[in-house]
């Protein structure tokens, strides 16, 4: 009885540190093995595009995906439809559905590929629920060209 005693005790104490270890989880941490997921299918199908390292504006072959957030935030009000308009692109890029005037004129349309739609929308919930990382020379250059939401997506002036 004793003994038994003994390890329900020792069981809380191991149970009650681990519970404590998950609320210390630094905040940029992924959340959940969904957010995982969709991160790493983020990267696998995206980044090699719309790359947040690249180290200047020439280096670039698409708006990195922090802008891309933005304008369709700018759009899309609810999750769902953010989500959706995302995906729908992803899956057929066409110039008429463009938001980013500007980024077709500078990089052509995005090209079509072989894209899950499954994929798209954990990639896409990713891309709404997490802060996506903007490379550094990003801010300088849409605080320059964006004034007053100038360039957003009416592509008169980029
Ligand atoms: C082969 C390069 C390439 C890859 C890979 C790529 N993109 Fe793009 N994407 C582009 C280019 C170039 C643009 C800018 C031109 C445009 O808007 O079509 C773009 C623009 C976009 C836009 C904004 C479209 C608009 O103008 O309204 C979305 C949304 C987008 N990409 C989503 C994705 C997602 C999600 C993935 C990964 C599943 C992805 N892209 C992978 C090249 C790529």
Request: one cysteine or more; proline letters at 4%.
């Amino acid at each position: 009885m004793k003994t038994n005693f003994i390890l329900i005790a020792i069981t809380a104490v191991v149970v009650s540190s681990c519970n404590h270890k998950m609320t210390s989880i630094p905040k940029n941490e992924v959340k959940s093995t969904a957010n995982a997921e969709g991160l790493k299918l983020f990267q696998q199908n995206c980044y090699a595009c719309h790359s947040v390292t690249t180290k200047s504006h020439d280096e670039i072959i698409a708006p990195p995906m922090a802008a891309v957030k933005r304008r369709y935030m700018m759009e899309y009000d609810t999750k769902e439809n953010f989500v959706k308009a995302v995906v729908s692109y992803a899956i057929d890029p066409k110039e008429e559905n463009a938001l980013m005037i500007g980024a077709v004129n500078n990089f052509n349309v995005m090209p079509k590929q072989a894209f899950s739609e499954d994929d798209l929308i954990k990639i896409a919930s990713y891309i709404y629920d997490n802060e996506i990382e903007s490379p550094k020379w990003f801010e300088d250059h849409f605080q320059e060209n964006h004034k007053n939401g100038q360039g957003m997506g009416n592509g008169r002036n980029k």
